[in-house]
């Protein structure tokens, strides 16, 4: 009898443990899940390790706390989300749909009239660019574009400079966009010396130098000190970036930098091998890769 009593209690517990197990490889399951979607919205590298802290409740019913820890970069960075419980929202500065399905047409007829512009004005490839002067990444593709895109295709692409400042993570980003946009004001080159000065010197400036910095651009590029400083102080280029920042978001862009070519997203520092690949499909060429002065 208690033989029996032992086989039976040795069952149930096989039962319970089995379970146990099954339900820790769902929740584990679900988790893999969720951190996958949130790296697709908010456009995290694949090479780059995501973990998520544990939830927390909230003020807000159904809307929980949680650490997001994003580590492979030159800095790691730990950023606090905030998730809907049945995981479907993120709240990061804004609230992200993570079962939207956009509209696959919504890169298309993008606006680019009267947007800084590099590159033959009638080339059949145009390469449409929203960044962040703040952002590492996008100092990385500025190097990629104007060393290798550029001189590889000089008649076949035009890229067209449009601001997405990430101020939540980029504390000066926002107002360097605009003192580029107030270059801008006084032609397309003097917008370009801003940008490549800007990303050439972007581990050099900070929120308290920014004003000195941009004053020492101005000056390097022959612009207008008077003009430049009366645009920076108005609301006309806030506006211009602001309306940037809208579009970008839009058109469901989280990160920096982004690239729409020919109607195509192509999002991150992307190799120059990424954006010859799109290009070439479009040209139907096949072109040998160029070296960049820069690593």
């Known amino acids: ?106 890169f298309k007829n993008i606006p680019v009239d009267g947007h800084p512009v590099r590159g033959a004005a009638n080339a059949p490839v145009t390469v449409i660019e929203y960044s962040d002067f703040q952002c590492p990444f996008c100092e990385r593709a500025y190097w990629t574009l104007k060393y290798k895109l550029l001189p590889r295709y000089p008649d076949q ?57 941009l004053a020492e651009f101005t000056a390097a590029s022959s612009i207008a000190a008077a003009e430049f400083q009366q645009c920076y102080e108005s609301e006309a280029a806030l506006a211009r970036v602001k309306a940037a920042i809208a579009e970008a978001e839009s058109l469901g862009l989280t990160g920096t930098p982004a690239f729409v070519i020919n109607g195509q997203l192509l999002s991150g520092a992307a190799p120059f091998s990424a954006f010859k690949a799109l290009i070439d499909r479009e040209l139907g060429a096949d072109r040998a890769e160029v070296s960049s002065p820069r690593p």
């Not at 769902?26 to 908010?42: F, M, Y």
């Not at 927390?56 to 790691?76: D, N, Y």
């Not at 980029?170 to 370009?192: I, M, S």
């Open 157 to 213: 692409v035009r890229l067209i400079y449009k601001d997405f400042p990430l101020s939540q993570a980029h504390p000066w980003a926002l107002k360097a966009a605009v003192g580029a946009q107030c270059a801008f004001a006084q032609g397309n080159d003097a917008f370009w010396k801003m940008h490549d000065l800007l990303f050439e010197n972007q581990d050099e400036i900070s929120p308290d130098n920014l004003a000195a910095k």
């Open 1 to 106: 009898m208690h033989a029996r009593h032992l086989l039976l209690t040795l069952a149930l517990l096989f039962v319970f443990v089995a379970a146990g197990a099954v339900l820790l490889r769902a929740d584990e399951s679900e988790e893999s899940a969720l951190i996958e979607r949130i790296r697709q919205q908010l456009r995290i590298p694949a090479s780059y390790t995501v973990k998520l802290g544990p939830a927390e409740k909230t003020a807000i019913p159904c809307l929980t706390k949680r650490t997001l820890e994003v580590s492979g970069g030159a800095k790691p960075r730990t950023e606090t989300i905030y998730l809907s419980e049945d995981g479907r929202w993120l709240f990061w500065g804004r609230l992200y749909d993570l079962e939207a399905q956009p509209d696959p047409n919504r």
